[in-house]
């Protein structure tokens, strides 16, 4: 892993620039897709007579699924060099040279702030590249991942179930002290803007996938752990259980940075203190 020494740029570095990126584009696509819900909103319960409304709902539609292929296409990046790393740091196989500048040339803009001397550490494991490494690498960043998505699909199903009471009890108050039927109509319409929103905005969706991969982390946890306890020092199970949790880390939604520092410090503890 000596020549990984002589880089300009940290690996970690470049990866959470591709990532944070990729964040900020989901941001503006979610910000975008509540604007299109205000919006639709807007003209349902107070029907406007113009013909510039569906005009700006369709390009805010159109600019809410653009902004979001822009964040998949980017987190598809960020993925793969985050695979690459997973693989560098456990099986020493190192990143070329052509992959790096590529993605630094499409993605970083200040290179000064890329360039670091150490090497990148991104595991605690202290063994030499191979399988025991891989599989201690593998269990950490599984159980970390486990933690992680766990919380957040936990929050999820929290927003959800608020968003659902709250349309409950504005339909309860509206049937009970409201006799307008149109007014009763038109907060019946908002209410149902309102559950369409749990779609719009992925919420659904997205405690779903971070149910499904929390579980999937599980999974890949225990079972290095379990060759781990074994005598085989062959790198063909490891790697099939690296590429089996890359897959699923791939296809599940991002974590956002606010959930990692919030659990970060605790969880980093928990490692060095339990994970022997």
């Known amino acids: ?34 604007l299109l819900f205000a919006g639709g909103t807007l003209i349902v319960v107070i029907p406007l007579d113009s013909w510039i409304a569906p005009l700006v709902i369709a390009a ?11 964040s998949d296409f980017l987190k598809g990046v960020a993925e793969t060099v985050q695979r690459k790393l997973d693989f560098e740091d456990s099986f020493g196989w190192r990143i070329t040279n052509a992959d790096l500048r590529d993605v630094i040339a499409r993605y970083a803009k200040n290179l000064p702030s890329l360039q670091e001397k150490s090497a990148s550490n991104y595991f605690a494991s202290q063994d030499p ?53 149109k007014i009763q109509a038109s907060i019946a319409k908002l209410v149902t803007s309102a559950i369409l929103l749990l779609f719009s905005l992925t919420l659904l969706r997205s405690m779903v ?27 063909i199970e490891p790697i099939k259980l690296w590429q089996e949790y890359q897959l699923a880390r791939a296809s599940a939604p991002l ?15 928990l490692w060095q203190d339990y994970h022997n």
């Open 209 to 235: 996938g971070y149910f499904t991969f929390s579980k999937k982390a599980e999974k890949a946890e225990d079972a290095a752990s379990k060759l781990l306890a074994g005598s085989s020092t062959d790198n």
């Open 129 to 181: 590249p191979g399988a025991q490494r891989a599989l201690q690498n593998l269990q950490e960043s599984a159980w970390w991942s486990k933690h992680l998505t766990e919380s957040m699909w936990k929050v999820c199903l929290i927003a959800i179930c608020l968003l659902v009471i709250l349309c409950v009890i504005l339909l309860l108050i509206s049937i009970q002290t409201i006799s307008d039927q």
């Open 60 to 70: 805010i539609a159109a600019a809410s699924e653009l902004t979001m292929w822009r």
């Open 255 to 269: 974590l956002p940075t606010w959930m990692w520092k919030l659990r970060q410090k605790k969880l980093n503890q």
């Open 1 to 34: 892993m000596s020549a990984v020494n002589t880089r300009r740029h940290n690996v970690d570095k470049i990866r959470n620039v591709v990532f944070a990126r990729c964040k900020r584009w989901l941001a503006v696509a979610l910000s975008l897709k509540g």
